[in-house]
């Protein structure tokens, strides 16, 4: 398992759905669910490379239901043996303060709108209202508690991108055993979320431009995450496409129970995931889920596959407990061969060529940082320095922009992740890059040390 990549696939958590007497039971079941990757798959699969969440980190969207899963996930990815950055998300709909939906006349008009749209005219619509200056300033309010919370994993959202792409976080890619990519993209179906969510009357939208995942990198395989599976989407029609052709696993949340299925169109096939739910309903059929997913690259060259290995845990038994819900074979594992495109690796003196073009390139993305000189080199990357800096109270933000003369006038009122940006961009103008990256990890860590 040495070479293989492997991931937590999480979702609908539902932080601070626990009211009263839940709070100990939903509690304790997550409790059990970290008990289970340590004692029964942790052994197995050695550490962990990171946790895929599709939706439902929130039950109402409220900042303080992220502040308790920020914290959860922190342990969590201490015990799979990944940074605590290592975590990717995308938005559900309880991730929606559905209050400012209903209190906002404009969005509730948006929302139907769109909803109603011919299929025909939808992505143009979709287009023209992430563009209005009006819409777009108010239309992602309902998350705002969300992308908040997400911007510490770069998996930022706006109305401009609504989606996001670890391809894009250059030095963050994650390496398949053969040398290739394994990337994720991030999708958002809760643009018209609200109150009237259904899956016969009242479906999601999601838009083609969201899944216009890049095809001129053979070297990139991708796996899409997204909240809604794709019989809730108003747009199915035009998205199945671009899915089947162009990303070799598509992972889902919202349905609370397991639905895995390998799909071929005109020789592309892809694999969908629906997760099932950690914390789903507690009614008759009340059975908590969550997946381990491992890849890893078989042959080479034009004889190059995606090998998918799928560990599904439910929640049951005569001692109530985490367990296997698949073996066959003495095997705990649906296992999955997905054909890629022909990929040449490049020979090793123009991949090192290459790497150090890149490293110069993105030097904002990857700086050694320095401590004490006795101690050796400690090496950050984006995703950590992103997580750690967006994880410090706004005014210590604030406060080490302004001692390393990083703010301006025109910072005032913007967002906590703006800020950051900008203070980035003006350290590396500025020649102070290093300096930033050092005060921040020093600051980050000497607060978590005093918890």
């Not at 019989?231 to 598509?250: G, K, Q, T």
């Not at 050796?376 to 990357?381: N, V």
Request: aromatic share 10%; hydrophobic share 35%.
């Amino acid at each position: 398992m040495a070479d293989k990549l492997t991931f937590l696939h999480l979702s609908d958590i539902h932080f601070d759905a626990e009211k009263q007497d839940r709070l100990e039971m939903n509690r304790d079941l997550r409790d059990q669910l970290q008990r289970d990757i340590k004692n029964e798959l942790k052994p197995k699969l050695g550490a962990f490379n990171g946790v895929l969440v599709t939706g439902d980190i929130a039950y109402s969207g409220e900042a303080c239901e992220y502040e308790r899963a920020q914290k959860w996930l922190d342990g969590l990815c201490a015990m799979i043996g990944c940074d605590e950055s290592q975590v990717w998300v995308v938005p559900g709909n309880h991730d929606v303060e559905r209050n400012k939906v209903k209190n906002s006349k404009p969005l509730s008009d948006i929302h139907k709108i769109l909803r109603e749209k011919k299929i025909s005219e939808l992505d143009n619509e979709i287009i023209a209202t992430l563009r209005d200056e009006t819409y777009k300033s108010i239309l992602f309010n309902p998350i705002a508690n969300y992308i908040k919370f997400a911007s510490k994993y770069e998996c930022n959202i706006t109305p401009e991108k609504p989606f996001w792409e670890s391809s894009g976080m250059k030095l963050n890619e994650m390496k398949l055993n053969d040398g290739s990519d394994l990337c994720f993209w991030g999708m958002t179906s809760t643009i018209v979320s609200d109150a009237m969510d259904d899956v016969n009357t009242a479906k999601l939208v999601l838009g083609r431009p969201q899944v216009l995942i890049p095809t001129e990198d053979p070297s990139k395989t991708y796996v899409t995450l997204c909240h809604h599976p794709l019989d809730w989407l108003h747009d199915h029609d035009n998205i199945v496409p671009y899915l089947n052709s162009r990303a070799r696993v598509a992972l889902f949340g919202h349905k609370h129970k397991e639905w895995i299925v390998l799909q071929e169109v005109e020789g592309n096939k892809t694999l969908f995931i629906v997760a099932g739910a950690v914390h789903p309903e507690r009614d008759c059929k009340w059975q908590p889920r969550y997946n381990v997913i491992s890849f890893e690259i078989e042959g080479k060259e034009a004889n190059r596959s995606l090998k998918v290995y799928v560990y599904s845990r439910v929640w049951g038994g005569k001692s109530p407990s985490f367990q296997t819900d698949w073996s066959k074979d003495g095997k705990e594992y649906r296992e999955y061969t997905i054909p890629l495109e022909v990929w040449y690796p490049p020979q090793a003196q123009n991949c090192l060529a290459k790497e150090a073009v890149k490293m110069e390139d993105q030097s904002c993305l990857m700086k050694t940082v320095r401590g004490d000189s006795s101690k050796p080199s400690q090496t950050t990357g984006s995703r950590e320095f992103t997580y750690k800096f967006l994880s410090l109270p706004f005014h210590e933000i604030v406060s080490i922009g302004a001692k390393l003369e990083l703010f301006q006038d025109e910072d005032a009122g913007v967002s906590e992740s703006d800020l950051v940006g900008r203070f980035c961009e003006r350290a590396q103008t500025q020649g102070k890059l290093q300096e930033l990256i050092t005060k921040v990890i020093s600051t980050y860590d000497k607060k978590k040390g005093d918890k």
